[in-house]
């Protein structure tokens, strides 16, 4: 399938770009010009055109996708989460991820790291709403069942191919960490290490290790001082000082509003990251991070999202700010294009419907039930 986006500012890998044409083949971008690309004069879908930003798809690494429906609780410690865990089947952890996933399209996502108590069931649902999801296998976590080494390597097996790798770890425990360190360097995945887990005690750290958190992690120092790559949540963080220069990457994780522009507009008021450096967080950096080949480039991966700013909230766009008018500016996602497929057009999800989001309302409210009992027992 052949599709020609017109942006009036396209946000191009090297710097943005103002009235370009972007041409999509197949899986892949295939052109990027100021005049309309001959070889699509018929193509098959033609979007976008003044007032239109095209920007990669975000990225978010660890996110937590079954817990959604019930973030709010979770943030304000109304819930135990583990308890909450305890009384959802697989299918309320697909249905649940199933919303989650809805969410992400909505605002831009396009590519999740699934860090859930199941993350096969909650990747498929992320795959089943036309996003792409990578699934981390959790080891020493307090969710973590049975042989986690067993978990990791049939994940692998079904998820993982020679050309794409979807299968990472997550570490929460220092005593699993030289066992993790040593699958991630055999199998050559990354691995996202939770704050609780100090890696000033381990000599030989992967290059792949992503440490989850700001300032606030004891290994910070280290962090800094041997390039350590960072994934951090703007919501959970106050910090004295600027990470630009740590180029890390924005994890949701099961931030109250769910939302990777609220992330990057938290992170620039804070002074964490310049605007420019913010939009990095959520695009570059973390497809780097992860291995993975998305840019607005010819040659990458045809994960894209256009914005219109025809209209307040949003209007006017600011072609001489462009990295504020995407950070700062209202959602009116037009279009999410994943690997060369349209998954949202005119706002409206191709992929989710009624039924979807019916069951999952009856899901919570039967979840809820069970929690309350549990609790009243």
Known sequence: MRILLKAALAMADDAPVKNVYIGINGERIDVISREQPEDYENAELSIGGNNRIVSPGFVSLQTFLSLYPFRYRIF?????????????????????????????????????????????????????????????????CSWAKGDWKKEFKTLYSRWSTSEENKVLLRLCDEEEAEEVFGI????????LVERSVNLSRFKDIPKNVIALGGASRKDFELVKKTGIQLSFTPTYEVCK?????????????ISPKYDIRSELS?????????????????TKWGYSQLGINVALKVGSVGDIVVFELTEPPSYP???DSPYESLVYSSYTIETS???????????????????????????????DEKYRNMEKN
Do not use: C, W
């Open 76 to 140: 304000s410690g109304k819930v135990n989460v583990n308890d909450l865990i305890s009384v959802m089947n697989d299918k309320d952890f697909y249905y649940f991820s199933l919303l989650a996933s809805y969410h992400l399209l909505k605002t831009g996502v396009t590519t999740v790291v699934v860090a859930d108590p199941e993350p096969e069931h909650s990747a498929r649902a992320v795959n089943a709403v036309g996003l792409n999801p990578l699934l981390a296998v959790s080891a020493g």
């Open 184 to 191: 991630s360097r055999e199998y050559k995945v990354p691995v």
């Open 241 to 253: 000082f600027t990470l630009g220069a740590l180029k890390p990457s924005i994890s949701l994780d």
């Open 266 to 282: 938290y992170a620039t008021s804070r002074l964490l990251l310049t605007p420019e450096e913010a939009f990095k967080s959520a």
């Open 317 to 319: 766009l600011d072609l």
């Open 337 to 367: 294009i994943v690997k060369g497929e349209v998954v949202l057009d005119g706002g409206v999800a191709l992929n989710v419907g009624t039924k979807d989001i019916e069951e999952a309302q009856e899901r919570i409210e039967e979840v």
